[in-house]
């Protein structure tokens, strides 16, 4: 992911000394089952069934710093993968509505990027990627953990 997508106030802090990462207070991916829109967490039916917080990540192998989340243990069907900025603001037990900036339909082992065009106000459409093994897409059957390093 682009890093000039993020708002120009965010600040991503360090944890320790000992993290190879910062963690960026808001920024989240909010996972729901099947094709579906997305809302913020209200202890309901439509809840998100998990949410992945975004890193600001060293790679070692690059020595790059690259915006990442990874939603696991997630059992095999369709997902709406959903991007927020405020995640922080959703309280579960009040209704606060966030604004999502991007989602897209994922399903199998999935790598989904949330293109910067998005994010500029353009409506590229969903971006999907399902079962298809072109060798760089990373889709594998049978596999229902999703990842997306953020180049």
């Known amino acids: 992911m682009e890093p000039d997508i993020f708002p120009e106030d965010l600040v991503c ?3 320790s000394e000992n993290h190879d990462y910062d963690t960026c207070p808001g920024i989240a991916v909010y996972v729901f089952e099947g094709d579906t829109t997305p809302q913020n967490i209200q202890d309901a039916e439509g809840d998100p069934v998990t949410t992945a917080n975004v890193r600001f990540e060293h790679d070692s192998e690059t020595g790059d710093w690259q915006y990442r989340y990874t939603a696991g243990f997630l059992s095999p069907g369709m997902y709406t993968v959903a991007l927020t900025f405020q995640a922080d ?7 606060t509505p966030i604004d999502f ?6 399903g199998e082992r999935t790598v989904e990027d ?4 998005n994010f500029l106000g353009e409506d590229a459409g969903d971006e999907e990627e399902n ?3 072109n060798g760089t897409d990373g889709v594998e059957e049978d596999d229902a953990q999703y990842h997306s390093p953020f180049p």
């Open 101 to 106: 900036v991007d989602s897209a339909l994922a």
């Open 13 to 15: 802090a360090r944890l």
């Open 89 to 95: 603001e959703d309280d579960p037990e009040v209704n």
């Open 131 to 133: 079962g298809t093994d």
């Open 114 to 117: 949330f293109p910067t065009d």
